[in-house]
């Protein structure tokens, strides 16, 4: 009976610590604090008309004075995801209502 116990309360204790964890491969958790900065990238254009995609500053969207490549993991090097800079940014925990995002400026 003793060696019964003692598994259950194991695998009870395995259950029980990693019911707050989580591990996604390529993502590394971030901590922000409020009223910090979050930027938005780009990815691509894709259409239901054509086979490629198109760069995302391929038609005329407002592009920022330098475009950055922002790879942040192996995976989207290797699929040939092309994360770029956007002008657009955000801020942590600020309720603004009905604004549009318009390069760096939340505008009401």
């Avoid at 019911?19 to 590394?28: D, E, W």
């Amino acid at each position: 009976m003793g060696t019964k116990r003692k598994t259950l309360f194991f695998a009870f204790f395995l259950l029980l610590s990693s019911a707050h964890s989580f591990y996604l491969p390529g993502v590394a958790p971030r901590d922000f604090q409020r009223g910090d900065p979050l930027y938005v990238k780009v990815n691509k254009l894709s259409s239901s008309k054509t086979q490629l995609p198109y760069d995302y500053y391929f038609l005329n969207y407002c592009k920022p004075p330098k475009i950055v490549n922002n790879a942040e993991n192996l995976g989207e090097v290797l699929r040939g995801d092309r994360i770029e800079n956007s002008v657009y940014t955000v801020r942590i925990c600020d309720l603004l209502w009905c604004c549009f995002l318009v390069a760096d400026k939340p505008y009401g």
